[in-house]
C-alpha cells in the first residue's frame, strides 16, 4: 500500500460522513507553519485535527519534525500506519496521540483499527494556529478588534503575534476554524467516490 491508497480509502471508509456535514470541511495537504510541514489530511469542525500517514513505502526520519508542528496546531492528531511501522510510532508519539493501524484485507480493501485513542492536546501554540490564517484574515480580526491602523500594515509575522496575545485561545480557536470552513476562491479537496469508482 501506498500513502494514496491508504488516503483515498480512509476518505470513503472511514471520513464519508464527515464529507457530507455542513459544519465540517475535511481536506488533504493543510500547510502548517507556513510550509514547514503538510497534514496529510485535515478535519476543521469544532475541532482542528490532523491525520499524517506513514505507510510501509515511508521512512519515519521526518516523524519527529512532523509531531513538533502538528502539535502545535491540532486539538487531536493520529497517525495512520501499517504493521512494519507500528512499534516504532507508538514508541515515539505523545500519549495524547492516536494510533491507526491499517491493512489490506483479503478482499482488496483496507481496513483500519483503532489502536490508541487520542487525547485532547493541552499545549497548542497560540502563534502556530494564528499563522493558519491568511495575511488579511489576520489583519480583518484584528482590526475587529480595534487594533490600529499602522499595526495592521505590518509583516503577517507582526499580525500573528500580535493577534496570539490579543485574544484568549478558545476565540482565537474558534476565528481559525471559521475563516478556514468560510473561505472563498480557496482551494477544495476533491470529491470522494463513496461508491469506489
Known sequence: MNDQLIRESFHRLILHRLHHARDTLVLDELGLRHGK????????????????????????????????????????????????????????????????????????????????????????????????LWKAEAAEILESLGEPPNLLRECRSVLYERLAAAIDLAQLQRRVRDCLRHRRGWRYPRPVSLGGD
Not at 513505502?57 to 486539538?75: N, P
Not at 516504532?88 to 482488496?108: H, Q
Open 37 to 132: 510541514c503538510r497534514a496529510d489530511i485535515a478535519i476543521v469542525n469544532g475541532r482542528l485535527i490532523g491525520y499524517e500517514i506513514k505507510s510501509n513505502e515511508d521512512s519515519l526520519r521526518r516523524l519527529e519534525e512532523q509531531i513538533q508542528v502538528y502539535s502545535a496546531v491540532f486539538d487531536r492528531a493520529s497517525v495512520i500506519t501499517e504493521k512494519r511501522h507500528l512499534e516504532s510510532v507508538v514508541a515515539r508519539l505523545p500519549k495524547w496521540w492516536g494510533v491507526i493501524l491499517c491493512e489490506l484485507r483479503r478482499d482488496g480493501d483496507i481496513g483500519f483499527e483503532t489502536v490508541r485513542r487520542g487525547d485532547l492536546n493541552v499545549r497548542v501554540d497560540p502563534t502556530a494556529i494564528a499563522q493558519l
